[in-house]
């Protein structure tokens, strides 16, 4: 079946702190994959995308995330945190419709 | 940029109430979506369009229909709204597989 997993529900940091955000998907080839932050009370705005090449990819907001295939990984990182970061982050792929995680809280500490 | 419009942020309606929740966009995109947001569930497709006049059901139409007269324009339709469908509702388009966008979102609440 067609998933993404994402294992953490919340995530709290310090600010400062660096970040890393854990995604896994469950699909029969390489799919393309994405990032999304929501704000309280907003929409999703994307954060980055993978669809070939680099398996580094750069986003917004000082955001990078890394495709690993072994491990069917996408996972979200940041150097470091700064407060205007908390929000909720969601893993998606995309095989013709966007397959979503459940999404990942992130609470950031001052 | 893309701007993808939703006619209301926040709604208030009564059960059995006809409820249309209105989205626009504005890069010509053929492609539109339907989710409804829960905790704890993340996003879940109701129902989508790749045209005009188009629709395709999604994990979870029940409840819900469509209607994409214009291509710029896709209404989601609680025929008689109920309890359970108080959620948040956002509405996404996209030209192609990639990446889709997002409108602001409807918070509904049905009493």
Known sequence: ?110 | DVKVTQSSRYLVKRTGEKVFLECVQDMDHENMFWYRQDPGLGLRLIYFSYDVKMKEKGDIPEGYSVSREKKERFSLILESASTNQTSMYLCASTSSHYEQYFGPGTRLTVT
Do not use: M
């Open chain 1, 1 to 110: 079946a067609q998933s993404v997993t994402q294992p953490d529900i919340h995530i709290t940091v310090s600010e400062g702190a660096s970040l890393e955000l854990r995604c896994n998907y469950s699909y029969g080839a390489t799919p393309y994959l994405f990032w999304y932050v929501q704000s309280p009370g907003q929409g999703l705005q994307l954060l980055l995308k993978y669809f070939s090449g680099d398996t580094l990819v750069q986003g917004i907001k000082g955001f990078e995330a890394e495709f690993k295939r072994s491990q069917s990984s996408f996972n979200l990182r940041k150097p470091s945190v700064h407060w205007s970061d908390a929000a909720e982050y969601f893993c998606a792929f995309n095989t013709g419709k966007l397959i979503f995680g459940q999404g990942t809280t992130l609470q950031v500490k001052p």
